[in-house]
């Protein structure tokens, strides 16, 4: 049973950087696509960014060149890197994966971590 355990949220001022990271567990985690997706106060849960185990990554509009997913496939981790925060940023991160070729939709999640942006 895959496991993702989230950290590294938190409150930062507005164009500053924040990082968060996911430790996958409970299978082979080059099988699996990884992602970030967010859900904000009131608004649906969106796709944030995603990568394959081989390292493509693609990014919603919202986030292209801010934020940067990557993967440490001998940690079992995948990271997102967050720069240039605004306030349109706050919300719960959730880390997701779903298993390539066999999946077409995300069925594991993590708990979330909150990531606050201040004016």
């Known amino acids: 049973q895959v496991e993702l355990v989230e950290s590294g949220g938190g409150l930062v001022q507005a164009g500053g950087s924040l990082r968060v990271s996911c430790v996958f567990s409970?299978?082979?985690?080059?099988?699996?696509?990884m992602a970030w997706f967010r859900q904000a106060p009131g608004k649906e849960r969106e796709i944030v960014a995603e990568?394959?185990?081989?390292?493509?990554?693609s990014y919603a509009d919202s986030v292209k060149g801010r934020f940067t997913i990557s993967r440490d496939n001998a940690k079992n981790m995948v990271s997102l890197q967050m720069n240039n925060l605004n306030p349109e940023d706050t919300a719960v991160f959730y880390c997701?994966?779903?298993?390539?070729?066999?999946?077409?939709?995300?069925?594991?999640w993590g708990q979330g971590t909150q990531v606050t942006v201040s004016t």
């Open positions: 997701a994966a779903r298993q390539m070729y066999k999946s077409t939709s995300y069925d594991n």
């Open positions: 409970g299978s082979s985690f080059s099988a699996y696509v």
């Open positions: 990568i394959t185990s081989g390292g493509s990554s």
